[in-house]
């Protein structure tokens, strides 16, 4: 098997991580939507696993009702990514993605602690 990692120079590195560092939970969250997206649109099944599967890493089970829904729906994104059923993941990313974005001001203030 062939491996697709990208090697970035460490001058790329040291500016990916201070841009991270600067992002909100919610911007990366939106960041990681994003990336699956883009996935599906390229058709890209791996990376769309790594970011569906980060997405499932990201999961509070101290609020497990919640949690346990979006689990089902990133595992029926997952198993339909695994066959290439990208219509069927890209409509169900974009409307969670974009329930993300609507508190995005209130998480702003938020997280700066205002």
Same mark, same amino acid.
């Given at each position: 098997?062939?491996?697709?990692? #990208?090697?970035m120079p460490?001058?790329?590195?040291?500016?990916? %991580? /201070?841009?991270?560092? !600067? *992002?909100?939970?919610?911007?990366?969250?939106?960041?990681?939507?994003?990336?699956?997206l883009a996935?599906?649109?390229?058709?890209?099944?791996?990376?769309?696993?790594?970011?569906? #599967?980060?997405?499932?890493?990201?999961?509070?089970?101290?609020? %497990? /009702?919640?949690?346990? !829904? *979006?689990?089902?729906?990133?595992?029926?994104?997952?198993?339909?990514?695994?066959?290439?059923?990208?219509?069927?993941?890209?409509?169900?990313?974009?409307?969670?993605?974009?329930?993300?974005?609507?508190?995005?001001?209130?998480?702003?203030?938020?997280?700066?602690?205002?």
């Amino acid at each position: 098997m062939v491996s697709t990692t #990208v090697v970035m120079p460490k001058r790329n590195q040291a500016y990916v %991580r /201070e841009q991270r560092s !600067g *992002l909100t939970s919610v911007h990366l969250m939106l960041n990681l939507y994003d990336v699956a997206l883009a996935s599906c649109r390229q058709g890209d099944r791996q990376r769309l696993s790594q970011a569906l #599967v980060e997405l499932i890493g990201a999961l509070n089970f101290e609020h %497990r /009702e919640i949690a346990v !829904g *979006l689990f089902r729906m990133y595992n029926y994104c997952l198993c339909n990514a695994k066959t290439g059923r990208f219509d069927l993941v890209e409509p169900v990313l974009a409307e969670l993605r974009d329930v993300w974005v609507e508190p995005l001001p209130i998480a702003k203030t938020t997280e700066r602690g205002n």
